[in-house]
């Protein structure tokens, strides 16, 4: 039995889109196979999830699933005809080859409802048409899945890109668009399996995995940078150069920065076709001076005995609480 997408995601099923993404990306970054080499278990996990995913974040697909369930998912499921089969299975399967209805009187024929899969001698008996799955005439071949991991610059500024398919070993070749992220998925039209019939090729699905930054970290469209400033630079204030994929730029950082404030750049966060950029988010984090030797060590210690009298006495005062026990 298939597991529940829901499950998969550990969320309710009543979850939030943001609740939803949130699960997601733990799950992607825990189970992402650079952190879990040779580890069949994680893999097939890291799988799921991505599956999962790519249903709940559409809302359309996520309705379809929540009603009908993985068979939704399938190629050419017909949500009415699905609908109008569970209605009729409601009733009994009767009242319906000689004009008789639903109630009310309609009627309906359940030829054009289940088209070649309703005769009058056996009623409906090959109900493939209905749930996408033809089995008269050419078919359809196979889609087929492949995994393919990039770096985070590429999968930021896009890239043309050949591979081999698993399964024949041909050589493929894809755009990947500005801005994929993990688990994006990208379908190449005709080149799935093979139709045993003679239909047209199936497609191959491209799985992207993406590797970390050592520098940056996304959420969304958004980027966030930590960069360290001297104590000094914090109390005086200062301009500092920071990367961007679009250039370096110059960001000020205000007299009196705190550790950890956040400064927002505008435009320099990913950039997706048919959204506006993301913003690039700057920390700034206080570095301390390290000193090497203990004549060093006896200077700064006297320089911060000065700073000391700027000093606020009460910066901690509303930590002095009583939490009982």
């Known amino acids: ?102 109630g009310g ?14 005769s009058q001698q056996g009623g409906v008996g090959d109900l493939g048409d209905l749930f996408g799955r033809r089995r008269r005439g050419p078919m359809k071949g196979q889609d087929l899945e492949q995994e393919h991991t990039v770096d985070f610059e590429t999968a930021v500024r896009g890239t043309t890109l050949q591979f081999r398919r698993q399964d024949t070993n041909e050589t493929v070749t894809v755009r990947i668009p500005p801005g994929a992220d993990e688990g994006s998925r990208l379908r190449i039209p ?33 980027l966030h940078l930590e ?5 000094s630079e914090a109390v005086k204030g200062t301009k500092v150069k920071v990367p961007t994929f679009d250039g370096p730029v110059s960001v000020k950082v205000p007299p009196g920065t705190q550790s950890g404030t956040v400064l927002r750049v505008r435009g320099k966060g990913i950039g997706r076709k048919g959204r506006p950029q993301g913003d690039l988010y700057v920390r700034f984090m206080i570095h301390v001076p390290e000193v090497q030797n203990e004549r060093d060590a006896a200077e700064l210690n006297r320089i911060v005995d000065e700073l000391a009298r700027f000093e606020d006495p009460t910066l901690r005062q509303h930590l002095d609480v009583d939490l009982g026990q």
């Open 227 to 231: 960069v360290p400033i001297r104590v």
């Open 190 to 222: 005709g080149q799935g399996g093979q139709s045993p019939n003679g239909g047209p090729n199936g497609d191959l699905v491209l799985v992207v995995h993406v590797r970390p930054h050592p520098l940056f970290k996304r959420e969304g469209d958004d």
């Open 1 to 102: 039995m298939a597991d529940d997408f829901y499950s998969v995601l550990g969320v309710p099923k009543n979850a939030e889109a943001d609740a939803i993404k949130k699960a997601y990306r733990k799950l992607a970054r825990d189970l992402h196979p650079d952190k879990n080499p040779g580890n069949a278990a994680a893999e097939a996990r890291f799988k799921a999830v991505n599956r999962a995913y790519e249903t709940l974040h559409d809302p359309k697909k996520r309705a379809l699933y929540d009603e009908f369930g993985e068979e939704a998912l399938r190629e050419g499921f017909d949500a009415e005809k699905a609908r109008a089969y569970r209605q009729w299975q409601s009733q009994g399967g009767n009242g319906f080859r000689g004009g008789g209805g639903f």
């Open 105 to 118: 009187g309609q009627a309906v024929n359940l030829e054009d409802l289940f088209g070649g899969a309703y």
